[in-house]
Each structure stands twice: as structure tokens, then as C-alpha cells.
């Protein structure tokens, strides 16, 4: 059975940074693309970031985070990263790992539907 288990969520003030990890077991992902979701109070859950299957992967970002996060993965540890750096209130929300439903995509995909296993999500929480 596959599981996804983030971690390294947490309090942090404005301008702070936190490195979020995701942790994938059941299987091996390397052939798949993955991504960072995130959901804040209120609203939908929306793309922050995914990084391709390849050898030297391609990432994307939501013009919201990028230039402040970075994500990337270490096939060996089947785990995944975000790094945050200079946060802001708006980035509160739960953050959610996720795998590409299919292998090998070609190009990386911002929508949730193109994702078909979630993790049970992690809070960041960044006060002004």
C-alpha cells in the first residue's frame, strides 16, 4: 500500500523558512513526476510546485512562490522536498504532497486531477 507522509510544516514568522519533506513508501516513485498542493482556510487547493521523472528534472512553479521556493527530490530516499524561504502570511495553508497518476508524463501538470496519491498534508502557518 502507498504512503505518503509529509513532515516539517510548523509556525514561522514573516520572511522566515521552513523546509517541508515528503516521505514515499509502498513503492517506487522515480518514474513519476511529483508535486507540492497547498489549501488555506476557505478556499480550493491549488499548485505550488512539481518537478519531473527525469534524470535531471524539470520543475514549475506557481508564479506565486516562485523565486521563494524550491523544490526538488532524492529518488534514493523515495523523498521529497520544498524549501521556503522568505514566507509570507498568504502561504498559510496545509501543504500536500502528491505523485503524478501518470508515468512518465511528458510535461508537468498544475492540476490536482492529473495526481492520483495524496498525502494526509502538513500546516505551515507564517504570522505577520
Known amino acids: 500500500q502507498v504512503h505518503l507522509v509529509e513532515s516539517g510544516g510548523g509556525l514561522v514568522q514573516a520572511g522566515g523558512s521552513l523546509r517541508l519533506s515528503c516521505a514515499a513508501s509502498?513503492?517506487?516513485?522515480?518514474?513519476?513526476?511529483m508535486a507540492w498542493f497547498r489549501q488555506a482556510p476557505g478556499k480550493e487547493r491549488e499548485f505550488v510546485a512539481a518537478?519531473?521523472?527525469?534524470?535531471?528534472?524539470?520543475?514549475y512553479y506557481a508564479d506565486s512562490v516562485k523565486g521563494r521556493f524550491t523544490i526538488s527530490r532524492d529518488n534514493a530516499m523515495n523523498t521529497m522536498y520544498l524549501q521556503m524561504n522568505n514566507l509570507k502570511p498568504e502561504d498559510t495553508a496545509i501543504y500536500y504532497c502528491?505523485?503524478?497518476?501518470?508515468?512518465?508524463?511528458?510535461?508537468?501538470?498544475?492540476?490536482?486531477?492529473?495526481?492520483?496519491?495524496w498525502g494526509q498534508g502538513t500546516q505551515v502557518t507564517v504570522s505577520s
Open positions: 502528491s505523485v503524478d497518476s501518470r508515468l512518465r508524463r511528458a510535461v508537468l501538470s498544475p492540476n490536482s486531477y492529473d495526481y492520483n496519491y
Open positions: 509502498g513503492r517506487t516513485f522515480s518514474s513519476y513526476a
Open positions: 518537478i519531473s521523472w527525469t534524470w535531471i528534472p524539470n520543475t
